[in-house]
């Protein structure tokens, strides 16, 4: 198994919290709307849009697919960090690596249970800290947290680590998901504080 980052172990918070935020031990679960419930059954994720072939994977095999592990300072807009939080699951460019992408795919529109949205840049979701994640904590996903399959983007604000994954479009153009549609930034860099849009 691969693991990645490097933070565990370190003491020293300072430089690691961004501008307006505070550092908790507790996980708030945040969302719009319902739980919805997982049916392993009939479960798939599907990789598709710009792609040469999509692809459409069971629960069993995105298991079956190498396992990373990151250790990610996760910051949510409401003022929450929270440092050394542990995951796995399967890189998203690991992901990737199934599907042969079209020159023209430059953006991601993560599509989640329920219509929810989050749309992320392809080049920010191809960094080596980007997973779509089954574990958290070495233990499944708890339903709130996004079972059976979360996107973990640490670099940006926590509304764009999509919960309850059942999809991946890639596209030319970037289209504004549920968040960013209401009014939250684009960008959403926690470093640059960008909470909103103008
Ligand atoms: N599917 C889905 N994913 C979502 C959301 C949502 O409403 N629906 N909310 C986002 C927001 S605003 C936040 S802050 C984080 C919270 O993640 P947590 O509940 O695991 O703390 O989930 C994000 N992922
Ligand atoms: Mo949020």
């Known amino acids: 198994m691969t693991v990645r980052g ?8 300072e430089g690691r919290v961004p501008p307006g935020q505070r550092v908790t031990e507790k996980f708030p679960a945040l969302h719009y709307g319902s739980i919805p419930k997982f049916d392993p059954d009939t479960w798939d994720l599907r990789v598709f849009g710009l ?11 995105l298991l079956a697919l190498p396992t990373t592990r990151i250790v990610a300072d996760i910051h949510c807009v409401t003022g929450w960090s929270k440092l050394d939080t542990v995951w796995e699951g399967v890189l998203f460019e690991e992901l990737m690596n199934l599907v042969q992408l079209k020159r023209e795919a430059k ?7 329920q219509d929810f949205t989050a749309n992320v840049p392809l080049e920010v979701l191809m960094d ?3 997973l779509l994640a089954y574990t958290y904590d070495d233990a499944p996903l708890t339903p709130e947290h996004g079972h059976p399959l979360r996107l973990v983007v640490p670099k940006r604000y926590l509304w764009k680590s999509a919960k309850w994954v059942r ?7 970037d289209r504004l998901g549920f968040w960013e ?12 504080e960008e909470r909103y849009a103008q």
């Open 128 to 130: 080596e800290d980007v």
């Open 181 to 192: 549609v209401r009014g939250y930034h684009n960008n959403a860099d926690p470093w640059k």
């Open 167 to 173: 999809g991946l479009e890639l596209m030319a153009q």
């Open 51 to 61: 792609v040469e072939q999509p692809v459409t994977l069971s629960y069993t095999e």
């Open 6 to 13: 490097s933070q565990l172990g370190n003491d020293v918070d």
């Open 107 to 113: 953006f991601v529109l993560v599509r989640c249970e």
